[in-house]
Nanobody
Framework: QVQLVESGGGLVQPGGSLRLSCAASGRIASINTMAWYRQAPGKERELVAQITNLGFANYADSVKGRFTISRDNAKKMVYLQMNSLKPEDTAVYSC???????????????WGQGTQVTVSS
């Protein structure tokens, strides 16, 4: 059983910062790409940032220069540092990871439960 658990969401004023964390646990053989998605009310889920197991990252245009994704492979964690937050960043942020379980042949997508980020004065 593989599990992803996010933490770090909350309420922040415009211009503020938050750091999201996501921990993977369970019978994990390897983790490939890890990513953060978000979904605002009434909108489609969108990719915010993703990072490969070698540390190559890419970002949505809307967050470039403000958000930074990073990972700690030894701890099986991925982080999202969010700076200069705007009201339009308000959404539920979910962690995603492509994980191969112990004894498994192929990797599968796994999702966390999501954490609310609200940017408001």
């Amino acid at each position: 059983q593989v599990q992803l658990v996010e933490s770090g969401g909350g309420l922040v004023q415009p211009g503020g910062s938050l750091r999201l964390s996501c921990a993977a646990s369970g019978r994990i053989a390897s983790i490939n790409t890890m990513a953060w998605y978000r979904q605002a009310p009434g909108k489609e889920r969108e990719l915010v940032a993703q990072i490969t197991n070698l540390g190559f990252a890419n970002y949505a245009d809307s967050v470039k220069g403000r958000f930074t994704i990073s990972r700690d492979n030894a701890k099986k964690m991925v982080y999202l540092q969010m700076n200069s937050l705007k009201p339009e960043d308000t959404a539920v942020y979910s962690c995603n990871a492509l994980i191969r379980g112990i004894g498994g042949v192929r990797a599968f997508d796994h999702w966390g439960q999501g954490t609310q980020v609200t940017v408001s004065s």
